[in-house]
């Protein structure tokens, strides 16, 4: 399915706050309800970079011009899908796009944590390593090429900030 989305690197003012910063993150829902990881420029008294904003597009001020259609695979939203590496198994409830054009899908395991008697925790995995029915696997020399051209954080960064991203993102 083709969308329209903003591109992400977009430098942009968030209307209420009137603070200026990047879109670094997109995520796309099973009501295919689209939210933007907004990063505003900044860093906070220790020195880190000032919170993150979610925020929808209609907050944003942006023109025509920061825009782009994406192909989302959005036939794979609510069927079965599982991390390859770690067999962690559920529902696809949702995209995350990284700036650098990385997919990811949101992973929701079916029950409760029988410790805490909470929804066990959905994660966020990168596409290219799940299986499922309508994953549709690439050869290994398209899968190194598309790593390649769109690495992804997971392999590059420490491993809790693809979770928090979409903790972040789907908490609504």
């Known amino acids: 399915m083709k969308i329209n989305v903003l591109k992400l690197g977009t430098t942009c003012i968030d ?14 829902d099973m009501g295919q309800r689209i939210d933007y990881l907004f990063q ?15 925020l929808e597009e209609e907050r944003l001020g942006i023109t ?11 036939d794979i939203i609510g069927s079965i899908v599982a991390s390859k590496a770690s067999g962690y198994t559920g529902m696809a409830i949702g995209f995350v796009r990284h700036i650098n054009g990385c997919f990811h899908v949101v992973i929701q395991p079916k029950g409760i944590s029988q410790k805490s008697g909470t929804p066990i925790q959905k994660c966020e995995f990168d596409l290219r390593e ?7 696997e690439l050869s290994e020399k398209d899968l190194a090429q598309s790593k390649k ?13 693809p979770l928090c991203v979409s903790q972040t993102l789907f908490q609504h």
């Open 15 to 28: 209307k209420a706050t009137e603070l200026e910063g990047t879109l670094t993150h997109w995520a796309i």
């Open 40 to 54: 505003p420029k900044g860093l906070d008294e220790r020195g880190l970079p000032v919170n993150k904003l979610i």
């Open 130 to 136: 799940c299986t499922g029915d309508k994953i549709i």
């Open 64 to 74: 025509e011009n920061d825009f782009e259609t994406v192909d989302v695979p959005f």
């Open 149 to 161: 051209d769109t690495p992804s954080p997971a392999d590059t960064v420490d491993q809790d900030l």
